[in-house]
């Protein structure tokens, strides 16, 4: 079918790998370090391999903003920290994206979507997110029962906040609930139940993977968010989707989540789309895990990147 794919007609050879050093949006550190675990742990050489044409962008260096020049806006933690830094990676993947380059984004915690999908939609306005998390991360200043940021991305995203917080006038809301799906869910908040469920958002948690299969729950989710496989998708990957016994050293675990094979399969297919304009791997943190437990997490974190470019089992 000659309109089904015309996003890949010019099939991407080139990936930008973007490391966003960044902590600010919850609370224990170290998940900054994320990137450069990542990194030594030979991620740019691995797709290389794979045949991409790969351009490092070296770890970012964002703006310091110090504790005592960042109080809370109300509930929310380090918020101008968080604003500028989401922002200044929204500027870097919507660069790389305009060159027809395919943004990698390694976290960092995952406050950052807010700056990658930002980026994203603002070269592809029509793209939809898929994203892939035990938590849904769209809590409102209303609503967030921790006042860490890592927690709301997708509400500002969507422009649900009631409360204007002027910091964050830069997000566009440009994404729209039927262009969003999650996979993995197992750990939502009563008031995000709620937005889900006002908002029409579907999402598809544990229950569901484990009733139908990852296999159908990743076509029933394409389905939704990209009926005529001719949008392109913003794929974000919290770590912390993946069952703890599979990715131990990240902030906010929660058992009973994917195995490898279905967090990798996730990624494999969406690759065989064909649609895929940006990835994120997020919420890595290597110093809350003894040295074998952090190693597995950074090469589970540099898997799933592979398999969303393409690496394939045979
Ligand atoms: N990106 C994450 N790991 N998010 C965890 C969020 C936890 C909780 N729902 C909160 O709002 O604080
Ligand atoms: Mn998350
Ligand atoms: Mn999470």
């Known amino acids: 079918m000659a309109s089904a794919h015309k996003f890949i007609s010019e099939p991407k050879t080139a990936a930008a790998v973007h490391s966003g050093k960044h902590d600010g949006g919850q609370p224990k550190p170290g998940v900054d370090q994320g990137p450069i675990h990542l990194i030594n742990a030979g991620l740019v050489d691995q797709l290389k ?8 962008d070296g770890h970012h260096q964002f703006e310091e903003v110090s504790a005592e020049s960042d109080p809370p806006i109300g509930v929310l933690k380090n918020p101008r920290l968080v604003s500028r830094v989401s922002r200044s990676v929204a500027d870097v993947v919507g660069s ?7 943004p ?4 960092g915690d995952h406050s950052l979507a807010m700056g990658t999908i930002s980026g994203t939609l603002s070269h592809h306005p029509d793209a939809c997110v898929i994203w892939i998390d035990a938590h849904a991360d769209i809590n409102t200043v209303e609503t967030t029962p921790s006042g ?5 991305p997708m509400s500002f995203l969507l422009g649900l906040n009631k409360t204007r917080i002027s910091e964050y006038d830069w997000v566009k809301q440009v994404l729209t609930p039927d262009r969003l799906v999650y996979i993995g869910l197992r750990d939502v908040d009563a008031g995000e139940k709620t937005i889900l469920r006002e908002q029409g958002i579907k999402a598809f948690s544990m229950h569901e993977v484990d ?3 990852i296999g159908r729950v990743v076509e029933m989710a ?9 949008r392109p998708i913003h794929l974000t990957f919290d770590v912390d989707a993946l069952d703890p016994s599979v990715a131990p050293s990240t902030g906010t675990p929660v058992r009973g989540g994917l195995t490898f094979r279905e967090g990798h399969y996730i990624c494999e297919a969406i690759h065989e789309t ?10 890595v943190n290597p110093s809350l ?11 589970v974190g540099c898997s799933l990147v592979r398999s969303a470019l393409g690496e394939t089992l045979l």
């Not at 391999?49 to 490092?56: D, I, P, S, T």
């Not at 790389?96 to 395919?102: D, F, S, V």
């Not at 990698?104 to 976290?107: A, C, E, F, L, S």
């Open 96 to 102: 790389h994206a305009r060159r027809g380059e395919l």
């Open 274 to 283: 064909g649609l895929l304009a940006a990835f994120d791997i997020m919420e």
């Open 211 to 213: 009733r139908y299969g």
């Open 222 to 230: 394409l389905d939704h968010v990209n009926p005529r496989r001719d």
């Open 148 to 152: 860490n940021i890592h927690g709301m």
């Open 289 to 299: 895990a003894d040295a074998e437990a952090v190693k597995a997490t950074v090469a």
């Open 49 to 56: 391999e794979l045949g991409w044409n790969v351009q490092f």
């Open 104 to 107: 990698v984004t390694i976290g």
